[in-house]
């Protein structure tokens, strides 16, 4: 008896030891899923700690973005042009997707444990405001770091600034562009010149012609996602919001003259909605439209049809009519750098970024051949921006864009920003549908507005 | 004497034996599950942006029915759960008997089959329904080739229909996983009691529903709870399928308390709040369930 006790206590006694064992490991194992990330990022800011008096300007900065094509890229870039003059720097870039960091951002800054984020990271514009006011706490104010914010186009800038105070080193560039297929337009009748300069009425009228003829739709889109109402409301100088930041979408002149065309250009069949992003993509690459209006971002995805080379022209968007500051320019999303309070050398990222995103025309020059357009102004006016392309018919694309980048009027993207994108998409649904564009204006506003009153 | 503090020391062991066996799971579950609920309940009475968190007693509750939005949601789930259940669970029923006969050939082959759905990932099969009932997709390519549509019709376009292709995806991925469950509920019916039956003279479609349906009564109850449960916190098929749309048609509630908690302002209190009437809610259905599936004579 006394032997099986025996062996009952050490079985106990195992079993605790076990516990305590998994309650040890635990502890490692469940940082490990965040990421080998956390554990790297961690040994990094306290590796610069101790190298700093060492070796001088000797540092190690961690950043997370996410395509390795275009932004971690753009990144071991700067690293390079940055090196030059600080020999000992380096740069510990970590993969992450937009959606991780956004959820780890969550993640830390709720649990307020912030020393897992890195010391910059690439936030998409539109979330900008929104993680900024909802974390303070988690971003670095760079208003004083030396970085000189003039020089960036003021509509891109405006998306990090948060109460006069810059949190943000814009990076890439959404301006929107007008992508046209000449060969289908010629059939028409067209040139890419008809539709440069011209306003939304014109283009509705042209596109029915296109569409007799060719039997192709001008422009497709995504349905239940608000980017060509957003694109139409900015290039008004439009917005949600009014500058207090409280909802405005009735009594809103621009947003109801641009629900009013886009349900006429739907109506007439010239612009066409589809369900997915990739169907979206795929009637610009299977010739199911003449067109597209989007960020110039989109090129990447036009340029994938590598057989559709030089039947592609890029000009600038239609204007809407009676509405005061219409142009034919505007933006679609974007990002930009902000660097986090866990940055234990503000000094040092904020030059880092300062002397490359924010000071080196050389940078942006290595970094074009990737579709990384600058929002830096002076960059525009280099030779490599003014190379021809090929697919786009010979045109100096990237100068061209940088150009509208210049031109294009900010908006006030608000802190609620993604709540009314959503509220538009549904009142747009129904009002293609059939429904009333002011009593749907009103039931986004009232969805809004809920949205806001904690 | 000696006997009996025998037998009391031996059960002190057995229990002992079974403690040391129970707490390592039991703290596990405690602490990754309990914990958490219950950070969640005293969360549901916060609210604020972000990490600015202030109490607010029953305030997200009341919130609640004012949300147009969440009441859409509620309203498409019960659609799902009413619509979708009944259809799933009587023709999982049905499958399961028709592979329980034995002189059936094949019903390994057979049970794979309709089994294998549950095999795809949510994500994937969602995508591919989404693809396949697209205006260009497989299903309209069919209709139009076989002269019953002119042009492709958006079935995730309109309301009506792109709830009438979750339900369709949803009774495809989820029936076999449940006839797995009645088809081991059948192994347990003595074959001897349908050949009885027959011999009295009973209809196939009199065994099901006399003998049959009774006897698996404990299995229909535990798969109607469980599908209840899966159809309530529905949200994969309502992300990637239709996106929510059009115009918060299809959206789930699973799907909106995401939204408010990553896409849109983040909004923790009033998220827990919801999770937390899915709850209640999947509490009072099996509870409701329970009290009617378990009438015993």
Redesign the interface.
């Known amino acids: ?1 006394k032997r ?2 025996l062996s ?1 206590v050490l ?2 006694a195992m ?1 605790a030891t ?2 305590v064992g ?1 309650g040890n490991s635990k502890a490692p194992a469940a940082d490990a899923p965040a990421g080998d990330t956390a554990a790297k990022q961690e040994a990094a800011p306290a590796g610069d700690a101790e190298a700093a008096p060492a070796a001088e300007g000797g540092n190690t900065l961690t950043v997370w973005c996410w395509d390795p094509a275009f932004n971690i890229n753009a990144m071991k870039e700067a690293e390079k042009v940055y090196q030059k003059d600080h020999p000992d720097f380096t740069l510990n870039v970590i993969e992450t997707p937009w959606q991780d960091i ?2 780890k951002l ?1 993640t830390a ?2 649990s ?1 444990q912030l020393d897992t984020l890195p010391d910059i990271f690439l936030m998409q514009d539109n979330a900008f405001q ?1 993680n900024v ?3 303070p ?1 988690a971003f670095a104010d760079l208003t004083a770091t030396g970085i000189d914010f003039t020089q960036f186009a003021e509509a891109k800038a405006a998306y990090s600034v948060v109460d006069g105070k810059n949190y943000g080193v814009p990076f890439d560039n959404g301006a929107v562009v007008a992508a046209y297929r000449t060969d289908i337009l010629e059939q028409a009748g067209f040139t890419v010149d008809d539709f440069t300069d011209i306003t939304w009425s014109e283009y509705l009228e042209k596109g029915k012609v296109v569409l007799e003829k060719t039997g192709k739709p001008l422009l497709s889109c995504q ?2 996602e608000s980017d060509v109402i957003c694109m139409m409301l900015q290039s008004a100088g439009g917005s949600f919001f009014d500058a207090e930041g409280n909802p405005a979408m009735t009594d809103n002149d621009k947003l109801k003259e641009v629900m009013n065309v886009y349900s006429e250009l739907v109506k007439a069949g010239v612009l066409v ?4 992003w ?2 979206y993509v795929g009637t610009l690459n299977n010739e199911t439209v003449a067109g597209t209006i989007n960020g110039c971002w989109i090129m990447a995805s036009i340029q994938s049809a590598e057989d559709q080379s030089g039947k592609w022209a890029i000009t600038n968007m239609p204007k809407l009519e009676n509405v005061d500051g219409a142009t034919n320019y505007s933006n679609n999303g974007g990002s930009s750098w902000a660097v986090t309070s866990n940055c234990k050398n503000l000094e040092l990222a904020a030059d880092f970024l300062g002397s490359t995103f924010g000071g080196s025309t050389e940078l942006y020059d290595n970094i074009i051949s990737t579709g990384a357009l600058a929002t830096y102004l002076p960059a525009g006016s280099s030779d490599a921006y003014a190379a021809p392309s090929e697919f786009f018919s010979g045109d100096a694309v990237s100068k061209k864009i940088t150009e509208f980048a210049g031109k294009t009027p900010s908006n006030n993207t608000g ?2 920003y ?2 009314a994108r ?1 509220a538009v ?2 009142a747009i ?2 009002v293609v549908a059939g429904a009333d564009i002011d009593s749907e204006l009103q ?1 986004a506003q ?2 809004v507005s ?2 806001m009153g ?1 | 004497m000696k006997e009996k503090k ?1 037998k009391f ?1 031996l059960s002190q ?1 057995h229990n ?2 079974g403690w ?2 129970l ?2 799971a039991a ?1 596990l579950i405690v602490i990754m599950s309990f914990v958490p609920m219950v950070k969640a309940l005293i969360l549901s009475f916060k ?6 968190m202030k109490w607010a007693g029953l305030y997200n509750y009341a919130r609640m029915f ?4 969440f009441r859409q949601s509620l309203f498409n789930n019960f659609f799902y759960l009413i619509i979708q259940v009944p259809i799933m669970l009587v023709l999982a029923l049905v499958l399961a008997s028709m592979l329980n006969n034995k002189n059936l050939r094949c019903e390994g082959l057979f049970r794979t089959m309709i089994f294998l759905p549950c095999a795809t990932s949510l994500v994937s099969y969602a995508i591919i329904f ?2 396949l009932f ?3 997709g497989f299903v309209n390519t069919v209709l139009i080739k076989m002269g019953i549509l002119n042009t492709g019709y ?1 079935f ?2 309109h309301p009506w229909s792109a709830r009438i292709i979750i339900i369709i995806a949803l009774v495809w991925r989820w029936t076999g996983y449940n006839m797995v469950f009645y088809l081991s509920g059948l192994q347990n019916i003595e074959y001897s009691v349908y050949e009885a039956a027959k011999i009295d003279g009973a209809s196939p479609f009199q065994t099901f529903w006399k003998i049959t349906v009774p006897l698996l009564k404990p299995t229909i109850l535990l798969t109607t709870i469980m599908s209840t449960n899966g159809t309530l916190q529905l949200f994969d098929e309502s992300v990637n399928l239709t ?6 048609a299809t959206i789930t509630m699973s799907h909106y308390i995401y ?1 408010m ?8 209190g ?1 998220s827990a709040a919801m999770s937390y009437l899915i709850l209640i809610l999947v509490a009072v259905l099996a509870f409701v369930q329970m009290k009617v599936g378990d009438k015993r004579d």
């Open positions: 008896m099986k006790l009952a079985s106990v079993m076990l516990l998994c956004q959820t969550t800054a709720t307020g929104k006011i909802s974390y706490d349905a239940g909605e589809v369900n997915d990739d169907q802190v609620y993604y709540e959503d998409a549904v649904t129904n039931v009232d969805t809920f949205a904690q | 025998k020391t062991k002992a034996t040391a066996f707490t390592p703290l609210t604020g942006v972000g990490a600015n004012q949300d147009s939005v989404r693809s697209a205006v260009d958006n995730l376009g996106n929510g749309g059009p115009a918060n939204n908690s990553f896409k849109y302002v983040p909004n923790f009033y």
